[in-house]
């Protein structure tokens, strides 16, 4: 009995590891909904940081993480409504956005999503 446990344990491990996308939104393997863009400061160098939430579903716990040389510092954004979109300042927190950075978006019930500033700036 107990070698059947401990092997359908680890045969649910295995498939959370290598399931392919449409199973891993059943385990809850998946990236929030989110979209981010970024809109420059008018006098400052720097961006304000825009989330938006692309689903039907409410977002919890939505935290907005950047990363720089090894750094990191987290903004709480609390809850997205379906659909809703909230700017966010980064100096509020000590923080300017630049190249070369990331922004890792995490929510409850997701994994976390990171996505590398040149990717915004650029857009």
């Known amino acids: 009995m107990t070698r059947y446990f401990v092997f359908g344990v680890g045969a649910l491990?295995?498939?959370?590891?290598?399931?392919?996308?449409?199973?891993?939104?059943?385990?809850?393997?998946?990236?929030?909904?989110?979209?981010?863009?970024?809109?420059?400061?008018?006098?400052?160098?720097?961006?304000?940081?825009?989330?938006?939430?692309?689903?039907?579903?409410?977002?919890?716990?939505v935290t907005v993480t950047y990363l720089w040389q090894g750094n990191s510092k987290d903004q709480w954004v609390g809850i997205l409504d379906p659909w809703e979109s909230m700017t966010i300042d980064p100096d509020r927190e000590g923080i300017r956005v630049q190249k070369n950075e990331h922004i890792r978006v995490s929510s409850d019930g997701y994994v976390p999503k990171t996505i590398e500033t040149n990717t915004l700036i650029n857009q």
């Open 13 to 61: 491990i295995l498939i959370k590891l290598l399931a392919p996308e449409g199973l891993r939104e059943i385990t809850g393997m998946v990236q929030p909904p989110v979209q981010l863009t970024l809109t420059k400061y008018l006098i400052e160098n720097g961006y304000y940081v825009n989330v938006q939430n692309l689903s039907d579903k409410t977002l919890v716990n």
